[in-house]
């Protein structure tokens, strides 16, 4: 069954950038539909971005996200720029129904 990592998390400035990223491993599919999400205490989990066929954003991270892939290293990542408070959460991806553990972002000055 597929398993998935979450790394590349921190803390950063507001208007800095982190990359997060999703390492996808027993996969049935050779290029899995990826997903983000985010989650605040108390709050639901909410999509960000996701890969498959095509790519598809928040529209609170369009412009500022981009959602990308490496086939060869069974990877997607999420890049993050011009970060705010309001991004601060613990980001999760997910694949054929399974979650990684996933990743704490902190954005503070």
């Known amino acids: 069954q597929v398993q998935l990592v979450e790394s590349g998390g921190g803390v950063v400035h507001p208007g800095g950038s982190l990359r997060l990223s999703c390492a996808v491993t027993?996969?049935?599919?050779?290029?899995?539909?990826v997903g983000w999400y985010r989650q605040t205490p108390g709050k639901q989990r909410d999509f960000v971005a996701g890969?498959?066929?095509?790519?598809a954003y928040a529209n609170t991270v369009k412009g500022r996200f981009t959602i990308s892939r490496d086939n060869a290293k069974n990877t997607v990542y999420l890049p993050m720029n011009s970060l705010t408070p309001e991004d601060t959460a613990d980001y999760y991806c997910?694949?054929?129904?399974?979650w990684g553990p996933g990743a704490q972002v902190t954005v503070s000055s």
């Open positions: 890969i498959g066929d095509s790519t």
């Open positions: 027993g996969s049935s599919f050779s290029n899995p539909a």
């Open positions: 997910t694949a054929e129904w399974r």
